[in-house]
């Protein structure tokens, strides 16, 4: 098989408004566009790393140098798990690779991921980032056509609530899952959990510390608890039994569809809940999400509305629900 020519490219993502979490405020975020061109057919992907792991575009860029003799070899997306590790960078060339191959073998990603139908618009959450009560309302009252809203928390047990009691208040039409982003200590999550009961709150996400999942084991929560930052790659899956409800899938933390599959279908055998969710990205990088967003309960996929701009074509936001076409990405 012929080699490939192995395009990377630099892209700054403006975000509308700042966007808070905790430990963190981002207003602009740099992300990787990897092209895979056989000479008739270009693959695309786009990745922005794992900020909490130091995997951002420097360190996602030598990994791709360090790797381009292999990558241009045109491995097998199995192979390229061997070839980078979880993250960033091998994320974009196995969405690049995904792309490609849908080209050259005239099927869609869908039909070569195994799916039986074509997807259909799923039902996302839409983030409201961490502000004074008040405004986080006022945001949430702006998400008019949101029928799910997730909430990020600050570790800040008072004001936490106050936050999700004022949207609660602003939103009771929707479902609301929150976000920890690990800002909580294990003696936070009963009182949080108890004060988030009568908000009809349907999700805690990652309330303790990467590392602290220990801590979790024999404390049973009436709400279902979720991990992300805690469960990275399908060698995490198997530690979430016992300590979360949810494995929160992202494909930059993983390395790409290709493992987000294969954790989908663990996390299922150990029967487990499936998320798919992403940080700030264009529709590029939330499409190849969005196809493992068919196999999973719970979507969080918002990235793109956080945006300035977006890339044309782009996904549909439509009624609560998210539709990423063929024409965005992985098209035969």
Same mark, same amino acid.
């Given at each position: 098989m012929s080699g490939l020519d192995m395009i990377v490219e630099v892209v700054s993502l403006q975000l509308d408004q700042p966007f808070r979490i905790t430990g963190h405020v981002f207003d602009c975020v740099d992300a990787l566009l990897v092209t895979l061109d056989d000479g008739a057919h270009r693959g695309c992907g786009e990745a922005a790393g794992v900020y909490y792991l130091g995997d951002e575009v420097p360190q996602m860029?030598? %990994? $791709?140098?360090?790797?381009?003799?292999?990558? *241009?070899? !045109? #491995?097998?997306?199995?192979?390229?798990?061997?070839?980078?590790?979880?993250?960033?960078?091998r994320n974009a060339v196995d969405a690049a690779l995904w792309d490609l191959e849908a080209k050259q073998q005239k099927q869609a990603v869908w039909q070569l991921a195994g799916l039986r139908e074509?997807?259909?618009?799923?039902?996302?959450?839409?983030?409201?980032?961490a502000d004074t009560p008040q405004a986080m309302a006022n945001r949430a009252k702006g998400y008019l056509q949101a029928r799910s809203i997730k909430i990020k928390l600050t570790g800040e047990l008072e004001l936490d609530i106050a936050r999700v009691t004022a949207i609660r208040a602003a939103r009771l039409d929707v479902w609301l899952g929150v976000d920890g982003n690990q800002g909580f200590e294990i003696g936070d999550l009963e009182?949080?959990?108890? %004060? $988030?009961?009568?908000?009809?709150?349907?999700? *805690?996400? !990652? #309330?303790?510390?990467?590392?602290?999942e220990a801590q979790l084991e024999g404390f049973a929560s009436p709400i279902p608890l979720a991990g992300d930052e805690s469960l990275l790659t399908l060698a995490d899956?198997?530690?979430?039994?016992?300590?979360?409800?949810?494995?929160?899938?992202?494909?930059?933390?993983?390395?790409?569809?290709?493992?987000?599959?294969?954790?989908?279908?663990?996390?299922?055998?150990?029967?487990?809940?499936?998320?798919?969710?992403?940080?700030?990205?264009?529709?590029?990088?939330?499409?190849?999400?969005?196809?493992?967003?068919?196999?999973?309960?719970?979507?969080?996929?918002?990235?793109?509305?956080?945006?300035?701009?977006d890339r044309v074509p782009s996904v549909i936001y439509n009624l609560g629900a998210l539709y990423a076409g063929p024409e965005v990405w992985g098209a035969p």
């Open positions: 860029r030598e %990994a $791709l140098e360090s790797a381009r003799s292999a990558i *241009v070899a !045109q #491995p097998s997306r199995e192979e390229l798990r061997a070839i980078l590790p979880a993250g960033g960078a074509a997807p259909k618009p799923v039902r996302t959450t839409f983030t409201v980032s009182p949080l959990v108890t %004060a $988030l009961l009568p908000l009809e709150v349907k999700l *805690v996400e !990652q #309330p303790l510390p990467r590392g602290c899956v198997a530690s979430a039994v016992g300590r979360f409800d949810v494995v929160n899938i992202k494909l930059d933390k993983c390395g790409g569809l290709t493992e987000g599959l294969l954790m989908a279908q663990e996390a299922r055998r150990l029967g487990l809940g499936v998320m798919v969710g992403t940080m700030v990205g264009t529709s590029l990088a939330t499409a190849p999400a969005f196809v493992l967003g068919q196999l999973c309960d719970l979507v969080d996929l918002d990235g793109p509305t956080f945006l300035r701009e």
